[in-house]
Each structure stands twice: as C-alpha cells, then as structure tokens.
C-alpha cells in the first residue's frame, strides 16, 4: 500500500443547486476508497471566470489519499460524471468542476493533468478557500494578485 499523500482539490458548480451539490461532492470525496477528508473550506459565491452562465459556488478540500495521481484523477472525473458533467467546449458551465490543486510536492505533466494546477495562482476562487483550510500553501504576494477579483464567502 502507497504511503498517504496530502492533496488539495478545488470543487465548482455553477448549474443546478450548486450549494447542494459541491457540499455533497465534498461528502462523497471523503467516502471513496483511497480518499480521507481532512479539512474542507467555506463555501464561496465567484462570477464566472472566463466562462459563461450564473455564478459559481466554489471550494477547496483537503485529503490524504492512498492513491496514484492518475488514480485520484480519475476518481474525481466518476464524480464529476455521476453528477451530470458534461463538456460540450471549454469553459462551460458544469454542473461539478473537481481539480487536483496540489499532490503532496509532485510536479507532473502529462496530457491528462499537470501538477501543481496550473491556473490556481490567478484565480481568488482557489487560492481564499485554500488560504483557509492551508494558509502555508498560499503566500500574501498570491492573495494581492487576486484581491480585484469577486468573491464572497458564504
């Protein structure tokens, strides 16, 4: 059995009764093999950002998993599809967005996800959740870049 990993994953809806359903894809997290809930943040109202559609509630996980990146990946995408996404272009409006933010100190890149998440650095709806729940993953320098962005904390 693999040593646990600490990995902070950010969730997202905009469709539907987003509320409902990113407090329950945060239940369901904890409830998956290979998959402990450590820490779960506040919720959080954002406008889209770079998208379209009704405002997105948004939040950042903590967990210890037993699993693989890849294997992690794909749990989430099970999740994402249970509940209804669908990925008709970039940016869509979704029902559930899951993204691996941090995998313990990895740094991978492959065509499926690359690690540390990419955007998460520009983006207020990832990095005030996860200043909440890992105020050591995020500097002050990240938090002033994005202070212009809207975000409410519910």
């Not at 359903?21 to 093999?33: D, E, K, M, Y």
């Not at 889209?48 to 794909?74: F, K, Q, R, W």
């Not at 272009?89 to 313990?104: H, K, Q």
Request: net charge neutral; aromatic share 4%.
């Amino acid at each position: 059995m693999r040593e646990p990993v600490t990995a902070y994953i950010a969730l997202g809806a905009n469709l539907g009764d987003a509320c409902a359903t990113v407090r329950q894809a945060i239940a369901a997290l904890g409830a998956r093999p290979g998959i402990a809930l450590q820490k779960a943040s506040s919720l959080y109202r954002t406008a889209p950002m770079e998208s379209s559609g009704p405002d997105y509630i948004n939040a950042v996980v903590e967990v210890h998993t037993t699993l693989s990146a890849p294997d992690l990946l794909a749990q989430l995408q099970a999740l994402e599809l249970a509940n209804g996404r669908e990925r008709p272009y970039r940016n869509a409006p979704r029902t559930l967005d899951l993204d691996i933010l941090l995998f313990g100190a990895a740094r991978l890149e492959s065509a499926a996800l690359t690690v540390p998440h990419p955007r998460m650095g520009g983006r207020a709806f990832v990095l005030v959740p996860l200043a909440e729940i890992a105020p050591h993953q995020v500097s002050e320098a990240q938090l002033q870049a994005v202070q212009n962005q809207s975000i409410e904390r519910l």
